[in-house]
């Protein structure tokens, strides 16, 4: 099989990415292990402002917007309450949304292999494992959308996430915001390094479901992250009297909190999404540095494909974009620290204060999720002959 490119993974990023190429006239294969788009969603699907404002997502897929966010101590005693005039965040729902984008990708020529597994590269194909048995794809470039573990990667030779939390999560339906009188949409969030070391536990409730979680570095957990999940949805803030149903929809996955890497491109391919690392250091918001990344790489490539130069792909810089983020590679250095729980109070009684709260409102209602790729300086084009990952 021949192809311009092979993208390797449907999520959001793989999607979005083969999609725009698609539609430039691109001849594009998209392959994903998963036998149905709609299982195993692994996000809790939270868009912020600025990703609503600049792409077009599927509104009947999106819960109603969320303009309160309140952070906690461990006590749960004495939160801080932000207020914003704006539609801060809205959650996806990601299921049918992952579909409504497939029916895009198809729609746009996207030839889609379900239930195909990448095995990598050999005599300068790539090996799909599918249903009906291996296929060797002759394509141009590949595009690593394989998640935070990418098996792309580690094939063009290309950097690979190091730092890395892990998240569970619980998700289910919760009556009406009329009948919890004095409730509004909120996102709740708790500094505990008992239950999250190193990063939060929340409560998200925007009136149609309740997304508990808690996240952290895997080695800290004494008993595993499902034990804290258990202890936390137990007395999570914000659902109080709001019955938790037997069955319930349950998350997990790796959360790469690096920064986005430096090398992130080949003259073979280049990566998108968790696999480049696109996910903010201090929130571990993803979902607004994968769509701009994408747009970013399907720009590249466009370009890469139309002019026949390899070269292109430098321009593809993770480098000169990760210099963004130094603040929040401080900050979440600093989160990382935070061991007990006196220091956990410690650090929201200091978000109390005029300058915290100022803080805080610029990080969590800010516009600085991802820098927009197209205004970040980058390397000649000469430099992708010296990108590793020339194999083949």
């Known amino acids: 099989m021949r192809a311009d490119v092979l ?37 809790t699907g939270i868009f912020v402002r600025r990703t609503l404002e600049d792409f077009d997502l599927p509104p009947e897929h999106l819960g109603p917007p969320i303009r309160r966010m309140v952070l906690y101590p461990p006590s749960h005693r004495g939160p801080v309450t932000l207020d914003s005039p704006h539609d801060e965040f809205r959650v996806g729902d990601m299921a049918p949304l992952y579909l409504t984008l ?27 494992h599918g249903p009906d048995g291996p296929l060797e794809v002759q394509a141009t470039f590949v595009v690593g959308a394989d998640g935070a573990r990418s098996a792309v990667a580690r094939e063009l030779g290309l950097d690979r996430n190091r730092e890395l939390l892990v998240g569970a999560e619980e998700v289910y339906p919760v009556p009406a915001l009329a009948a919890r009188p004095g409730t509004v949409p909120a996102f709740h969030c708790v500094l505990d390094p008992r239950l999250a070391p190193g990063y939060l536990a ?31 949805a137990a007395t999570a803030p914000g659902l109080a009297g709001v019955p938790r149903p037997e069955a319930v929809e349950r998350r997990a996955g790796p959360i790469p909190v690096g920064g986005l890497l430096r090398r992130i491109a080949s003259p073979h391919g280049l990566l998108v999404g968790d ?55 401080t900050m979440r250095r600093g989160l990382s620290l935070v061991r007990t729980p006196a220091m956990a109070a410690a650090g929201v009684a200091a978000l109390r204060t005029p300058p915290g709260r100022a803080a805080a409102r610029r990080v969590l209602f800010g516009h600085g999720s991802f820098p927009d790729p197209r205004t970040a300086p980058s390397g000649p084009a000469s430099h992708a002959l010296a990108i590793p990952g020339l194999h083949g």
């Open 102 to 128: 497939a029916d895009r990708a198809l729609a746009a020529g996207v030839r889609l292999r379900l239930g195909t597994r990448y095995a990598g590269r050999r005599g300068g194909r790539h090996v799909l």
């Open 202 to 232: 929340w409560v998200l409730d925007d009136g149609e479901h309740a997304h508990v979680g808690v996240a952290g570095y895997a080695d800290r957990y004494p008993h595993g992250i499902v034990d804290a999940l258990g202890r936390f």
């Open 275 to 329: 696999a480049a690392g696109a996910v903010s250091p201090l929130t571990a918001g993803g979902l607004d540095p994968c769509l701009r990344l994408s747009d970013h790489a399907a720009d590249v490539l466009d370009r890469a494909l139309r002019t026949g130069d390899r070269r292109e792909l430098a321009r593809y810089d993770g480098a000169a974009l990760r210099a963004r983020f130094r603040g929040r590679l």
């Open 7 to 43: 993208v390797v993974g449907a999520g959001l990023a793989g999607l979005w990415t083969a999609t725009r190429l698609a539609g430039r006239g691109h001849d594009v294969v998209l392959a994903d292990r998963r036998t149905r788009l709609d299982t195993t969603v692994r996000t």
